[in-house]
């Protein structure tokens, strides 16, 4: 009978890779597994109870608020707090960063950035949703976490992760050392390892893109869509197009199977849509461990400049080879397309 590893067991072996780290990392990552299940019991018993629907508030993205979003994020932020490991926490549904303040994280060396539920306007069709973070270690030696504890670059991420709450609930994270994925077991309340050292194939065959916004799009994100339309035996297209509205759960499809999604620039968003710190960086590193690749369709998003708290990013993630081939049409046929003159360039067609 093969043996079951949980994450905590799992988490306890690979605290070897953190020397500096004394088990605060891994009680960090033991807190957001714990936070997870609690959010996975709230979402599968979602058309029983009363957290279907509307908030009745806004974010401070101007986007509406779900029950749920508003049950993610206490559920997150209480389990951070009381963790004691987490100095800082930055959250999609909250305007500023919360500091924590407390006797227990007074030394915290970490600053966690999280979106509590991605894809929440899913919940009420009942569609796959997930959650995203990245932990960083905080550059301040002592004293109240400041601004540039929480502005880092995706490539000083000390580790990031998903969860994915759909037929079966997992958490997918890496430290840096590969990725691994961990399946929850209802049967004993426990993540238990399902897919060790996740590797994205090299070359897919669907691809992930809002396509209501094509006529918005720069002409290479429009020229890499009907590339993946046209007939080609030799490189298995046409590509078959899948987008669920949750990055999530798009990601976590092509990451098994093998694909690309895309969240351009467009005329209305001239600085992408998406969360730099807590939805593209966490999932660039995930991605980028994997052995797939990540860029805004010029840079690596890992390596961009963090300036604001919820600043916005183009994204394109995914195998390898698709991504490379949409940087090249990105570069062939939208080469002066910047955020600050796209929307005077864009042609529409």
């Given at each position: 009978m093969q043996s079951i590893k949980t994450l905590g067991?799992?988490?306890?072996?690979?605290?070897?890779?953190?020397?500096?780290?004394?088990?605060?990392?891994?009680?960090?990552?033991?807190?957001?597994?714990?936070?997870?299940?609690?959010?996975?019991?709230?979402?599968?018993?979602?058309?029983?109870?009363?957290?279907?629907?509307?908030?009745?508030?806004?974010?401070?993205?101007?986007?509406?608020?779900?029950?749920?979003?508003?049950?993610?994020?206490e559920q997150f932020i209480t389990a951070l707090k009381s963790g004691g490991e987490c100095c800082v926490v930055v959250s999609e549904e909250n305007d500023e960063y919360i500091y924590i303040d407390s006797e227990i994280s007074k030394n915290a060396k970490y600053v966690v950035a999280i979106d509590p539920l991605d894809g929440s306007s899913?919940?009420?069709?009942n569609v796959g949703v997930g959650t995203v973070f990245s932990i960083f270690r905080r550059k301040s030696k002592s004293g109240a976490a400041t601004m540039e504890d929480v502005l880092q670059r995706g490539v000083e991420q000390v580790a990031a992760g998903y969860v994915i709450y759909g037929s079966s609930t997992m958490l997918v994270y890496t430290t840096g050392k590969g990725v691994n994925g961990f399946t929850l077991d209802p049967s004993i309340g426990e993540f238990c390892l399902s897919h060790p050292d996740m590797k994205i194939p090299k070359d897919g065959v669907i691809y992930s893109i809002n396509e209501g916004y094509y006529a918005h799009f720069p002409d290479g994100i429009k020229k890499y869509i009907k590339f993946c339309q046209v007939e080609d035996e030799k490189t298995s297209r046409p590509y078959t197009s899948r987008y669920t509205g949750s990055m999530v759960a798009d990601?976590?499809?092509?990451?098994?199977?093998?694909?690309?999604?895309?969240?351009?620039?467009?005329?209305?968003?001239?600085k992408g849509k998406l969360r730099l710190i807590y939805e593209c960086n966490p999932m660039a590193f995930i991605i980028e461990q994997a052995g797939g690749k990540a860029s805004d369709g010029y840079n690596r998003i890992l390596e961009l400049e963090v300036t604001e708290l919820h600043q916005r990013s183009a994204i394109i993630i995914g195998s390898e080879n698709m991504v490379l081939k949409a940087e090249e049409m990105m570069a062939c046929f939208s080469p002066q397309v910047t955020k600050k003159n796209f929307e005077g360039l864009v042609s529409i067609q």
């Open positions: 067991q799992f988490i306890i072996e690979k605290q070897a890779d953190f020397p500096y780290a004394k088990g605060e990392l891994s009680r960090l990552l033991r807190d957001i597994g714990i936070a997870s299940k609690i959010v996975n019991r709230e979402v599968n018993k979602a058309g029983l109870a009363d957290i279907l629907g509307d908030a009745g508030s806004i974010n401070i993205q101007g986007e509406g608020q779900k029950k749920l979003d508003v049950y993610a994020n899913n919940i009420d069709v990601l976590h499809r092509n990451m098994i199977k093998g694909g690309i999604f895309l969240y351009p620039i467009t005329a209305k968003s001239p």
